[in-house]
């Protein structure tokens, strides 16, 4: 195998940057150990508006060919051999100023046995302008240390990757004293937010003054990659003067209504004398630095006019004892819809309980060289192309958020289905892996691929599959998809022990095969993959797949190995960022996650310093911690995660916490918009996805006119985090800017488990606050929702949780003159349809209903449904179960509320949810929205959820509301039932649950219906601007009677059980 011997270029190019130099940086290195080869990525700054960049590379020897470049067309001069153009691609030829044109590549051979000398290259006008001249290393055969690897920065799945890299560090030279000043107003902005009320305004405050002893700072501002920074000269003391306004933020804030305008301020000065510190922020791949000489002091003084925008969270700006906030977004609506995004990538046959309307199966046809079935796994992003090695990583970084943080998954209904999420793609790489040293890891061909603008569904071709095994081996990839498989291992072996040793097995012989055969990029087997997903090195998943091998089982060489490739591959040093190419910074955390040893903890620590303000990550004036332009949202997101890892392992917790929840609010909002499609306040409705900018019809063709529409995607991607701003914060919603706009599996992996750590330390903070005592009446109280609606949402969306009583409540009890009809206590001998009549299309009666004595105790007769074991949907499960019919006992009305109790035996198993009666209106064959759209109908069925969560499905008509598929606690699907206010209470067992929901029907036309929820007396959730119907005719005509497990035979009746319902009445409104 070849010695590869790397050298980092550092370019100074006199490009027209005002009063300054701009860096091209260049990261070169030999790929033979006569140094007759040399493969190089270049990084430059951009200046000007260009539509169209060329760069002119002069090599002082002659290059006998190229072998490969990308992201740029590589040009041979026709007069000389040693002149070459780099010049654009169709797709990134357009750049800004401000922007960074990183990724371009190439490899090139010289005559063997050349002596190398300085390169030249120019950025040609109008993108900007220079010269740029570095001195290649020359070649050698004593190995180096392996360098932090710099990962590529655009996995996307219409384009090339682009991947960027970092400049050695300059040795500080002697400090003496200086004096920068800057002015700061407070910031009116607070630290955190409560859950009860809001903040009293503070009185006026005078000038203080707070001073610290520090020594100024000896830390390298890059990172080398050859050798350790030389020691600092002495340095003298120096004091940091702060003058500003002292905050007049409280401490935390009301969820409920927004804080009183602090009182006018006058001005203070904060002073610090610090030491500098001797430890650098970045350190050499080869040694550690030497201590710096005794230093002496120098002066620094600060004035900052604070914006009133987020800004980045100090490293030092919470305590560790201080309680951290509960969020003021709605988390658990944030994991759910992240799951239905991948839910929305699946291919291949897409299951019976299939929750995404605008998908169906796909690619069916997708084969190994010898038939193998390649079927299933996950789109990448807005594409059809299945990229094993991306697909790896995020399986992985989901799974470890869903085994550290389950009792977010728990406590949010999402638990069985997050189960499913990560065994879609876990199925798939047991396909994949069809010999002990044989993986698929591709199938799609990348560019034939984004020649077509199609539905996923259309895809009937048998496409090409690209394989690595012993003859042409992918070290990276082997060991990636050996971590994934053996953290599945971890999910799945208490719940499906047969699955989980598949998994194990597989993941110890892709591991073997990693570690033992020759060690090769797989992209450098995979020429295709390289145009895409190229890896830029293979040590650190060597080092990942050891490690998520000892936590799968325990053993001791495992861990061994982990603990001497981390040592010798310098993993310590891999501070660029956590990604599905870099996982460097994942294995620290796991690391110490898995030892406990400090030198883990301080590696952590040196990660999260180095992407913390103060370090060496720019931050966009808002407060993003803004690593790359290209999806810059996933690298913040994906430290964010690791920040809440660390912080859940005792180092630095409240400040670590702090920090990442402002990264994934900036996320959800805190901008004021949302980058998350679905959720929050104006999201992306044009997300780069073919899938859901194609039209609901199947039989519609779906084509490029769909790429170019101005209009909002027709389908909702739900949950998907799109790529994110440029550094200025700038962000615009364009279907056809993937830089921006696309969306991809590995964007929300890191996000995902971020949020699931959030929640999970959001569970823990109200699981330590004190109880309330004893409810003395049997009505309960309700308190306010933890997650309050946004004041900037367009239309009335609240929500609050009742807390039940540990008593039977009693039924709600409307004014006489308001009730149009209440059902009569049953008799012992009644049929179940007493008091129901007239009853229309009655389904499984007799079989499952009965009327028997209330369960809880007592003289009073009710009905009881019977849900036998394998039964769903009434009328077309094998086994009969539940019951279904349709009754109108009361006079049609426009402005109605039905009321009853419902009784779920203390064994009861919500399993995967089932069906409650509710309203329903116009024709009684509405199946969906779809029907509602066409037939002029609608229903609003009652549906209880896997943890017991209440919703009600709502069959309804389109078009709704611009903002409807936006609003708090809805789930769009145009094709069937739309989910409102789910999550908003929860059914308990054992006792007696009532449930109100009052619809007021929309005029014809006009988006003014209304909704609202009640559970045991409180109204929970209302939502208003609905549309019910499109004509007069349409009233609330009678009640749905529906009751039954699932919808398919995925979501059966686990286990044979009862229902038992009583209270049943219409009124005008309570």
Request: with cysteine; hydrophobic share 30%.
């Amino acid at each position: 195998m070849s010695l590869h011997h790397f050298a980092v270029l550092s370019l100074m190019a006199l490009i027209r940057v005002p009063a300054a130099q701009a860096s091209v940086i260049v990261d070169s290195r030999w790929t033979d150990d006569q140094g007759a080869a040399l493969q190089a990525r270049l990084s430059v700054p951009v200046v000007n508006t260009c539509n169209g960049w060329t760069i002119t590379l002069t090599f002082n020897d002659d290059i006998s060919h190229i072998e490969n470049s990308w992201n740029a067309n590589f040009v041979p001069s026709s007069t000389s051999s040693r002149v070459y153009k780099l010049s654009n691609l169709s797709w990134n030829g357009n750049l800004s100023p401000g922007s960074t044109l990183s990724g371009i590549g190439f490899v090139v051979r010289y005559s063997p046995q050349s002596q190398v000398e300085p390169i030249t290259a120019v950025f040609d006008p109008p993108c900007g302008s220079g010269t740029v001249e570095t001195t290649t290393p020359t070649p050698t055969t004593t190995p180096t240390p392996t360098t932090t690897p710099t990962p590529t920065t655009t996995p996307a799945g219409t384009t090339p990757t682009e991947p960027s890299t970092t400049a050695p560090p300059t040795p500080p030279p002697p400090t003496t004293p200086s004096t920068v000043c800057t002015t700061q107003s407070p910031s009116t902005t607070p630290a955190s937010e409560s859950t009860t009320a809001p903040p009293t305004p503070p009185a006026p405050t005078t000038p203080s003054t707070v001073c610290t002893t520090q020594s100024p700072s000896t830390t390298p501002v890059t990172e080398s990659t050859t050798a350790p920074p030389t020691p600092p000269a002495p340095t003298t003391p120096s004091t940091v003067c702060t003058t500003q306004s002292p905050s007049t933020t409280p401490a935390t804030e009301s969820t409920t209504a927004p804080p009183t305008p602090p009182a006018p301020t006058t001005p203070s000065t904060v002073c610090t004398t610090q030491s500098p510190s001797t430890t650098p922020a970045s350190e050499s791949t080869t040694a550690p630095p030497t201590p710096p000489a005794p230093t002496t002091p120098s002066t620094v003084c600060t004035t900052v006019t604070p914006s009133t925008t987020p800004t980045p969270v100090s490293s030092t700006a919470s305590s560790e004892t201080t309680p951290q906030s509960t969020s003021k977004y709605n988390l658990d609506e944030v994991l759910e819809k992240s799951i239905l995004f991948y839910e929305a990538q699946r291919s291949g046959v897409l299951p019976a309980e299939n929750r995404i309307p605008w998908r169906r199966s796909s690619h069916l046809n997708d084969l190994g060289n010898n038939g193998e079935d390649l079927t299933g796994g996950w789109y990448d992003a807005g594409d059809t192309v299945k990229f094993g090695f991306p697909m790896a990583w995020s399986t992985t970084v989901l799974t470890w958020g869903l085994l550290d943080y389950p009792d977010a998954y728990h406590a949010t209904g999402q638990y069985e289905y997050m189960l499913d999420c990560i065994r879609w793609p876990l199925e798939y790489f047991l396909k994949a892996h069809t010999a002990d040293n044989e993986l698929y890891v591709q199938v799609g061909h990348g560019e034939t691929d984004h020649d077509l603008w199609t539905r996923p569904s259309d895809g009937t071709e048998n496409r090409p599959a690209y394989k690595i095994d012993s003859s042409n081996p992918g070290t990276d990839a082997a060991a990636e998809t050996a971590s994934a498989l053996a953290a599945g291992y971890l999910a799945f072996k208490d719940e499906d022990i047969t699955f989980a040793n598949r998994l194990l097995t597989s993941a110890r012989k892709l591991y073997t095969f990693a570690a033992t055969s020759n060690r090769v990029k797989y992209s450098d087997s995979v020429s295709d993959a390289n145009n895409y997903y190229p890896s830029y090195d293979y040590k650190d998943e060597l080092v990942w797949a050891a490690a998520w091998l000892y936590r799968a089982t325990g053993e001791a060489e495992f861990l061994t190995s982990a603990t001497a490739w981390y040592d010798e591959f310098g993993i310590q040093y891999s501070n660029w960022g956590f990604s599905w190419d870099d996982k460097g910074p994942g294995t620290k955390v796991l690391m110490y996650q898995l030892t406990s040893e400090d030198k883990y903890r301080q590696h952590v620590e040196g990660y999260l310093t180095y992407w913390m303000p103060g370090g060496q990550i720019p931050y966009t004036p808002k407060g993003l911690a803004f690593r790359d332009q290209w999806g810059s949202l996933r690298y913040a997101a994906n430290s964010a995660f690791l920040a809440l890892r660390a912080a859940d392992l005792g180092i630095s917790s409240a400040t670590y916490r702090s920090w990442a929840e402002g990264q994934i609010n900036y996320m959800l909002g805190d901008t004021g918009r949302s980058f998350v499609v679905g959720f929050g306040v104006n999201p992306p409705v044009k997300p780069h996805h073919r899938a859901s900018s194609c039209p609901t019809d199947f039989n519609v063709v779906c084509s490029w006119d769909a790429f170019n529409s101005p209009d909002p995607n027709p389908n909702v991607l739900n949950g998907a985090l799109v790529g994110g701003p440029d550094g200025n914060d700038q962000y615009v919603d364009d279907r056809t800017n993937y830089r921006t706009n696309e969306v991809t599996t590995d964007y929300n992996a890191g996000f995902q488990s971020a949020v699931a750590a959030l929640k999970s330390h959001q569970l823990s903070l109200r699981a330590t606050q004190p109880t309330e005592s004893p409810l003395t009446e049997a009505t309960p109280t309700a308190v306010p929702s933890t997650v309050a609606p946004s004041t900037d949402a367009p239309s009335t969306v609240t929500s609050t949780t009742a807390v039940p009583s540990t008593e039977t409540p009693t039924t709600v009890a409307p004014t006489e003159p308001g009730v149009l009809w209440r059902h009569a206590p049953y008799a012992a001998d009644d049929n179940y349809l007493a008091g129901w009549q007239p009853a229309q299309q009655i389904k499984d009666d007799d079989q499952n209903a009965a009327v028997v004595l209330d369960p809880a105790g007592g003289n009073e007769y009710v009905l009881r449904v019977l849900y036998p074991q394998g039964s769903y949907r009434p009328g077309a499960s094998p086994v009969l179960g539940g019951i279904q019919f349709f009754s109108q006992p009361f006079t049609p009305g426009t402005a109605l509320m039905l009321t009853y109790q419902v009784y779920f035996p203390q064994d009861f198993d919500f399993s995967k949810g089932g069906k409650l009666p509710g309203f329903y209106g116009g024709r009684q064959t509405c199946s969906g929205s779809k029907d509602a759209a066409t037939l002029g109908c609608f229903s609003t069925r009652v549906t209880w959820r896997g943890n017991g969560d209440g919703q009600i499905s709502a069959y309804l008509p389109s078009p709704q509301s611009q903002d409807f598929c936006t609003k708090e606690r809805v789930f769009c699907n145009f094709q069937w039932a739309h989910s409102l206010g789910r999550g908003s209470f929860k059914f308990q067992k054992g006792r007696w649950n009532t449930f109100s929901q009052y619809l007021q029907l929309n005029n014809p036309g006009v988006h003014d219906g209304r909704a609202e929820i009640y559970f045991d007396g409180q109204k929970v959730y209302e939502i208003d601007k609905l549309n019910f119907r499109t004509t007069e005719s349409v009233k609330i005509d009678g009640i749905y009677f529906s009751t039954f497990f699932g919808g398919g035979e995925a979501a059966a009746t686990p286990v044979t059980t009862y229902t038992y319902f009583k209270g049943f009445e219409v009124t005008e409104k309570i």
